[in-house]
Nanobody
Framework: QVQLVESGGGLVQPGGSLRLSCAGS????????MGWYRQAPGKQRELVAT???????NYADAVKGRFTISRDNAKKSVYLQMNSLKPEDTAVYYC????????????WGQGTQVTVSS
């Protein structure tokens, strides 16, 4: 059974930083693409960033230059360093892992709340 558990969310002032972590367990292979998505109230879930097993990254335009995604394949973990946070970054952040060769193997964490407010 695959599990993804996020941590690191919280309340931060505009301009501040947070680091999200996602620990995977079970049959998550190093070949999986891992990433972060977010969902703000009343909005659809959207991509934040993804990273392949080889370290290739992809970012949403809204976070480029401010957020950095990284992963540790040995720990089946993915991280999101968020700097220069803005109120519009407020959302529930979800960790995701999927097999790029067998896309039905697609897993989500339970989400962690990030609130950017003064």
């Amino acid at each position: 059974q695959v599990q993804l558990v996020e941590s690191g969310g919280g309340l931060v002032q505009p301009g501040g930083s947070l680091r999200l972590s996602c620990a995977g367990s079970g049959s998550i292979l190093s070949s999986y693409v891992m990433g972060w998505y977010r969902q703000a109230p009343g909005k659809q879930r959207e991509l934040v960033a993804t990273i392949t097993s080889g370290g290739n990254t992809n970012y949403a335009d809204a976070v480029k230059g401010r957020f950095t995604i990284s992963r540790d394949n040995a720990k089946k973990s993915v991280y999101l360093q968020m700097n220069s946070l803005k109120p519009e970054d407020t959302a529930v952040y979800y960790c995701n892992a999927y097999n790029p060769y067998i896309t039905r193997y697609n897993y989500w964490g339970q989400g962690t709340q990030v609130t950017v407010s003064s």
